[in-house]
Every structure is written in C-alpha cells, then in structure tokens.
C-alpha cells in the first residue's frame, strides 16, 4: 500500500492479481475508488484508518481477471458508480463517454475514450482546475507496455490493437509531469511486464516505454500480438459478469462432516486442498486438487477448478478462512460448498481412505520422467535438460495424452508442480513425485547447467 501524500492518493496492491485499485480523498470525507476489487478488505481498512466514506466509485472498463467491488460499493455505501455508457452495464450507474467531466468537489474527472484492452475502455484525466494531476490508465498505458488486446476473441484482436496504439499516443500526449496511475501491474496475466513500478508519469513512459518508442502502427499492433501469452480460462467469463454486476457478498463457509464432504464428492463436488504442499503429500483426500493458499490462490483456482462445480475447502488451522473465501469471490468463485470441519484429521480419524504423493529433493529424481509445468517464459530461461513441458493451465485437458511412467512434477517452488500432480492423479496417473524447488536449486544441488530456449 501506497500513500501519495500532497493528493491524498493510496495506491492498493493486490500482488497475486498484478492490479492496483486508488482511493483519492475528495475532501469532507469523500472518497473516489478506481477499479476496485471485489475484495474490498484493503479498501475498507484504508478509507476507516482515514476518516473517509466512498462517494464515487469508477470503473476504467469491463474487468476480465477480477470481479468489480463498484456494485458492493453501491450497495454498502450508496457509493455511484462511473462508467462507460458504451460497457452497456446492467446495473445502476453513470453512463460515460468521451469528454464528460464529473465534479469531485475541487478536483474534477475528465472521461478519455481509450479502446484497445477493451472496447469500451476508459481513462479518468484528474483535473485541479484547468491543470492535469494524473490520470488512471487502466489497460491502456501501463507501465513498461500496454495490456493485451485478445480478450473479445480473435476476431477483434488486431482492431483493438490498432485502437491501442490510437490511445496510447493520446495518453502520450498529456503533460510529462502527469501522473500515470495503470490498474494493470507486475504479476497481471493482462500482459504488464515482469518487475516493472506500479505507477510512473507521461515523461517518464515516453523516455522508457518501448511500445511508445514505435511510430508505425503496423509494427505496434506486430509488437503487441507477439507478446501475448496464455491467460485463464475464467478471464472469458468475468466480463460478462461485470457487465450484469456481480452478486452482493456473503463471505461465511458453513462447516461441512465428513459424511456431508463424502456426499457432495458423489455429487460432483470438488474437493480443494489449500494447505501447504508439505500437508497435501503426506496425506490427503483422493480426487482432491491442491491450491496452496498464498498470494496468486485466485488466479489458479480460476485456472484449474471448474467454475460450475460446487468446491469443498480444506485448510489447516492456521489459514485464514476468510482469506479463502475473499479470493474466490473476487474472480466469481461463489460456489463454495463449505469446508471440512476439523479438516485432514477428521477425515483420517473418520477411517476414510487417503493418498499420499512423494515429495522430493533435487538429488532423489533419479532417472524418472521430468514434466515442468511452468509457463513458457520461464521454461525457456531455463530448464533441466530432459525436462518435458506443459503448461500447468493445459495439464487437464492434455493427462489422458502423457505417458503413463514415473513422473517428477516441477515448477518454481512447488506449490504448482503440487496442483499438475493433483490433476494428474484425479486423471487416473500414478507413481507421481513433486519436486521440492525448482530448476535453480536442482542446478546447485547437482552442480549441472540448466539448458534454454524450448
């Protein structure tokens, strides 16, 4: 968390999303928030600690990795939500388009039309008076790049591309000295790049930024889909969601028996382990999928389990159960059945069956198969020489495919490779290992080189 003193700003970071949400005080305890999150945890506690009541809440477009908090907002605080008129949404708001101010009380908002990451895309340029303070970029301009232009299908790709490269030299064309405030960051599937600050100026993107360094649109719109990469899957889902509202929350998890867990398992319930890899190996529930529960849970979950079917939670003690709940809910995951009540050790005490998966150091794999499921850009900076690749985000659809041999799973660190063993075993695979690591302590343990490129 971020505080911009001289305006008032605080800069929200959701690390495992990638995205930042601000919160502007307006004076006499209003407040405007840009792009907040269905978990409003972060803002609640920020707008308290100061004192403020959320007045506004603005939209810069139709999110497709998280769920909106505008609609909670409207609800709990009576908040109005500013959008574009164009995003057709179908709850209460403040239709938006090109060129419209909205008064703030002293500050103002002026509305820039910036198509690309979506259609309907918008910018909100903070006035004081005539000057510009800052303005929130969204998808638009993000630091270091421009966020992916493929989220409507392949059909619009390329023509949103050519209105990226239309928005950001418009944003371009601002004030040096103007604030640049993205929602898209470091960590984001909505293609920022890796390490890059969270907020910048305009002069400080024209002398870095490589996408404003090209002229020609042609080659912009080649840079641009050459750098897209793969998302997941429930992006396709979250923006209609956002165009209806989403729900209003009810952050409770009822506790469930082992007999009740047994009972929806027949039911086609699944089963989500989100303890650490260590507890998932030793022992756990058949057919469970391991989600360790840490800052990118949600975008995981939204990648692995499937959205229509009801989830049944189990945690340790110490995990934060409202934390669970908070990161399902804001990518649209609300089909949480509850959680086993007194978890693993009930289950055991209950006489039930588990499995167990061996969980390994770089100097036990042996001569067993090796599938990294790391995403391309890191299998590529280097891998182990025999290593195999696949996706963690396509292990489900590919399991009946892959050899049926003893595997050593790996990623970076091994909560993922714990998520591809788990798919693998609901897909009927056995002899399954999870590396301890990645390929960088396997590397030091062994003395070997890692190998690049595919």
């Not at 707008?47 to 909106?68: E, K, N, P, S």
């Not at 944003?171 to 390490?195: D, M, Q, R, V, Y």
């Not at 998966?357 to 850009?377: A, F, H, K, M, S």
Request: proline residues 5%.
């Amino acid at each position: 968390m971020q505080y911009t003193a001289d305006i008032g700003l605080t800069t929200m970071v959701d690390e495992g999303l990638g995205n930042s949400c601000y919160l502007l005080d307006l004076g006499d305890s209003a407040a405007l928030v840009v792009d907040a999150p269905r978990d409003l945890r972060a803002v609640r506690v920020e707008a308290q600690r100061r004192g403020l009541r959320v007045r506004f809440a603005a939209d810069t477009h139709l999110h497709a990795d998280f769920l909106t908090g505008a609609t909670q907002l409207a609800h709990d605080e009576r908040a109005e939500v500013l959008a574009s008129a164009a995003g057709l949404r179908g709850f209460a708001h403040r239709g938006l388009v090109d060129g419209a101010e909205i008064d703030l009380g002293g500050l103002s908002l002026r509305v820039l039309a910036t198509p690309g990451h979506t259609d309907e895309h918008l910018s909100f340029l903070l006035l004081d008076g005539s000057t510009p303070v800052g303005v929130f970029s969204g998808g638009s301009l993000i630091v270091g790049s421009a966020a992916r232009t493929d989220l409507l299908g392949d059909a619009c790709t390329e023509e949103l591309a050519r209105a990226q490269y239309a928005s950001l030299r418009r944003l371009a064309a601002l004030p040096e000295h103007t604030a640049l405030w993205p929602t898209h960051g470091a960590g984001s599937f909505c293609s920022a790049p890796p390490g890059a600050d969270r907020t910048s100026t305009i002069g400080q993107q024209l002398a870095t930024n490589p996408l404003l360094r090209v002229d020609d649109e042609d080659e912009f719109v080649r840079a641009v889909l050459g750098s897209l990469g793969s998302y997941p899957p429930y992006f396709l889902r979250l923006g209609e969601i956002n165009r209806r509202g989403p729900a209003i929350l009810d952050t409770r998890l009822a506790s469930l028996s082992v007999a009740e867990v047994r009972g929806l398992q027949s039911s086609g319930a699944i089963v989500v382990d989100v303890r650490p890899v260590t507890g998932y190996t030793a022992a756990h529930i058949p057919a469970a999928l391991s989600i360790p529960l840490r800052a990118q849970f949600a975008t995981w979950l939204g990648w692995l389990a499937p959205p229509e079917a009801p989830l049944v939670i189990v945690r340790n003690d110490d995990q934060d159960v409202e934390e669970i709940v908070w990161q399902a809910a804001k990518i649209g995951y609300d089909q949480l059945a509850g959680e086993l009540a007194g978890g693993m050790d009930a289950w055991i005490a209950a006489g039930r069956p588990i499995s167990t998966t061996e969980l390994v150091t770089p100097d036990r794999i042996g001569d067993r198969r090796v599938l990294d499921i790391r995403q391309l850009p890191e299998f590529t900076s280097g891998h182990l020489p025999a290593a195999d690749h696949l996706e963690l985000g396509a292990v489900a659809e590919s399991a009946d495919q892959l050899p049926a041999e003893p595997t050593v799973v790996m990623c970076g660190h091994g909560e993922r490779a714990a998520g591809a063993a788990s798919l693998l075993e609901r897909a009927g695979h056995r002899d399954l290992a999870v590396l301890a690591g990645g390929p960088d302590d396997w590397a030091r343990t062994t003395g070997r080189d890692l190998h690049t490129g595919r």
